[in-house]
């Protein structure tokens, strides 16, 4: 037999026995999830490029830099050249053999509307997890707070469940009428213990709306020539009487900054507040989980993100439906076609959702946490910790650059800890 077939053929069987594949060169068959024949070595035709913003269903070939891989299981965004390995290695991408004749993978470019990560399934009803508050240092001035106890205005006493300190900001006509200052932020606030008798916080001037940012302001932020008409200020002023202690709790600094931490993460997540909806219609019919008892009663794609925040997924249209009296699992539409529920579907994950952080975005400003909190709540790892430089570090530094310039239209400072 000639010696360069004798080769081939050896080298041939080397190459099944390593990938553990019966290929049809080895007398069995070969078949391949993606559009194209699976080759047997390195040097085989390159699949379609991958692309950032496309969602792949597992089993799909792309190339990336000269390299085939496969996808494990659904992924989106996840670049196969950092987010790959071996099958069973639990990456989204199996790295495949180098090949050629593709065309070289592209730059990722931003979308125009960048959407937080959907937070793992919640219960049916959510219950907001406690912000651990930094514990101030103790004095013997601060009595323990007593159950049943109507305390006056500017008292501070220390909660002895948790150690901290809580100050009455507001009093009805029995004082704090007896509640407990981990539950009413209306009547408490979390506090340092100083003198018997605290300096009263100064009252912040109203203004017309009653919002801590003027309607001429917001129009400053975002001008009615280049934003989408469905965002109201008229709608975000109402839509605040569903969280009354959003942009009221604590100074009058610490309510201009969380008002603007909430309005640049908006502004980041809507363009300005020129789309109303998830741009990327490939991905609306992801967002029905149907391991929920309730199912997706208004149709599996139609729990595309919506609104300021970009409210997603099934579950979270029930949460905060619950939370709001409103049947959004039934009717998700409202969130896109009514002023006044889309802003409070955005304040319902403000106030009481800790996504993929520790904290609510609210507490992680009332309670100088710093801004970049918020971005780690909203998004989590896929925005915090990246190298500098790349595209999530980017988009972070975005949300970074809209508060910053919101924060100097307003006059307020812009505190500590802006990135995550």
């Known amino acids: 037999m000639d010696n360069v077939i004798v080769k081939n053929l050896i080298k041939n069987l080397l190459i099944c026995a390593s990938t553990g594949v019966l290929f049809a060169a080895c007398g069995g068959s070969s078949t391949d999830s993606g559009s194209q024949a699976t080759l047997l070595a390195d040097g085989e035709a390159c699949a379609a490029a991958w692309a950032s913003g496309t969602a792949y269903n597992g089993g799909v070939k792309v190339s990336y830099n000269a390299r085939n891989y496969t996808s494990a299981f659904w992924t989106q965004g996840n670049n196969p050249s950092t987010s790959s390995g071996a099958a069973g290695s639990g990456q989204p991408w199996i790295t495949g053999f180098t090949c050629t004749g593709g065309t070289p993978t592209p730059t990722p470019t931003p979308t125009p509307t960048p959407t937080p990560t959907p937070t793992p399934t919640p219960t049916p009803t959510p219950t907001p997890t406690p912000t651990p508050t930094p514990t101030p240092t103790p004095t013997p001035s601060c009595a323990n707070w007593a159950t049943g106890t109507n305390y006056a205005l500017n008292t501070v006493v220390k909660y002895v469940a948790n150690g901290n300190f809580y100050k009455v900001v507001n009093s009805g006509t029995n004082g704090s009428d007896a509640t407990d200052p981990t539950v009413s932020t209306w009547y408490w606030s979390v506090s340092t213990c100083g003198s018997p008798t605290p ?42 009487s569903a969280y009354p202690a959003f942009a009221t709790t604590g100074t009058a600094t610490v309510q201009k900054q969380e008002a603007a931490a909430f309005l640049a993460n908006v502004q980041h997540e809507t363009g300005s507040l020129v789309y109303v909806v998830e741009q990327n219609t490939a991905n609306y019919p992801h967002y029905c989980d149907t391991s929920q008892s309730y199912g997706c009663p208004a149709g599996t794609s139609a729990y595309y993100g919506r609104g300021p925040m970009q409210l997603s997924w099934n579950f979270n249209y029930k949460a905060a439906g619950d939370a709001l009296g409103i049947n959004l699992l039934a009717s998700p539409s409202l969130v896109e076609t009514d002023a006044t529920i889309t802003w409070k579907s955005a304040l319902w994950y403000w106030n009481t959702q800790t996504g993929a952080g520790t ?33 999530a570090y980017n988009e972070m530094q975005d949300r970074v650059t809209d508060y910053t310039n919101i924060t100097n239209a307003i006059g307020v400072a812009q505190g500590s800890n802006l990135s995550c």
């Open 199 to 240: 300096t009263p916080t100064p009252t912040p001037t109203p203004t017309p709306s009653g919002f801590i940012i003027t309607q001429a302001q917001f129009d400053a932020i975002f001008p009615v020539a280049s934003r989408n008409s469905f965002y109201t200020y008229a709608g975000l002023v109402a839509a605040t």
């Open 359 to 391: 904290m609510t975005a609210h507490n992680a400003m009332v309670n100088s946490s710093g801004f970049g909190q918020t971005i780690h709540t909203i998004n989590g790892s896929i925005e915090c910790g990246q190298a500098v430089g790349s595209f």
